[in-house]
C-alpha cells in the first residue's frame, strides 16, 4: 500500500504489491535460477556499477515479472523525523535510516525483526521470510512494539524488471547466499559484507579478505 503524506512517501511494503514499480531494462528469464525471497544478494567485488559495490541485498520479492530488495549495509545519517520520530525507540542500533536503493528514494520501507514468524498478515504487519516482517510506518509504534524486537527503516529499494537479475546473477555480478536472523538487524553493517561472505564455507570465504581494489592482490 503506498501512502503519500507529503513530502515523503510511505511505502508499507507487502508481497506481490504491484504499487512498488521496477525500472530497470527487460531482459528474457534465465532458467534455473535460484528465487531469491528472503535470501541475501551479495555483490562480488569488482561489481561495474558502483551503486552497488560491496553490497548486501535482502531480497522481499522475487517472480518472473521483476524482483524487489532494500541495501542492507548502507546506513546513512539521516534520522527519522515527524511524525515518524515514533518510531526512534524500535529502531535496531545504527538507528539511522539506511539508504535501500537507487529505486523511488523518495519512498520508506520498514522491516521489522517479529518475536516468532508470522503465519499471516496482520494489520501492520506483513510476513516476508521467518521473523522478517514488513511494517506499517503510518500505524501507531505502540501497536506493534510487543510483536517485535526491532525495525529498520530503509530510504529507496533496488528493483530489477523481468529477467535482469536472473542475468546479472548469472553473469556472475551476485551471490546468492542464505540470511540468517541478524543480518537485516546487523549492528555492523558497515562490516556485513566481509562478514557474510566469511561464514560461506570452502574458498568462497577466501573472498571477504579481497582488497577494494584488486588491483592491489
Do not use: C
Request: aromatic residues 8%; proline residues 9%.
Amino acid at each position: 500500500m503506498l501512502i503519500q503524506t507529503p513530502p515523503r512517501l510511505y511505502v508499507n511494503y507487502r508481497p506481490y504489491d504491484r504499487k512498488l514499480t521496477y525500472k530497470r531494462k527487460n531482459g528474457g528469464v534465465i532458467p534455473g535460477t535460484p528465487p531469491t525471497k528472503g535470501r541475501l544478494l551479495v555483490a562480488t567485488p569488482p561489481l561495474e556499477e558502483a551503486t552497488f559495490d560491496r553490497t548486501v541485498i535482502f531480497m522481499l520479492e522475487h517472480q518472473e515479472d521483476g524482483a524487489i530488495g532494500v541495501v542492507i549495509n548502507r546506513p546513512s545519517i539521516e534520522s527519522l523525523d515527524e511524525p515518524l520520530d515514533r518510531w526512534i525507540d524500535l529502531q535496531s542500533v545504527p538507528s539511522s535510516i539506511f539508504a535501500g536503493g537507487p529505486v523511488e528514494q523518495s519512498a520508506l520501507i520498514a522491516l521489522a525483526e517479529t518475536t516468532e514468524p508470522l503465519v499471516e498478515s496482520s494489520e501492520y504487519l506483513s510476513p516476508i521470510s521467518g521473523t522478517i516482517a514488513s511494517a506499517d510506518l503510518t500505524a501507531d509504534p505502540a501497536l506493534v512494539a510487543a510483536e517485535v524486537r526491532g525495525v529498520r527503516v530503509f530510504r529507496g529499494y533496488a528493483g530489477w524488471g523481468p529477467g535482469q537479475l536472473e542475468g546479472e546473477i548469472e553473469a556472475g555480478a551476485w551471490l546468492v547466499l542464505d540470511s540468517e536472523s541478524g543480518d537485516v538487524f546487523s549492528d555492523s553493517p558497515d562490516e556485513l559484507w566481509r562478514t557474510v561472505v566469511r561464514r560461506q564455507p570452502g574458498r568462497l570465504s577466501w573472498l571477504a579478505d579481497a582488497p577494494d581494489d584488486l588491483s592491489w592482490n
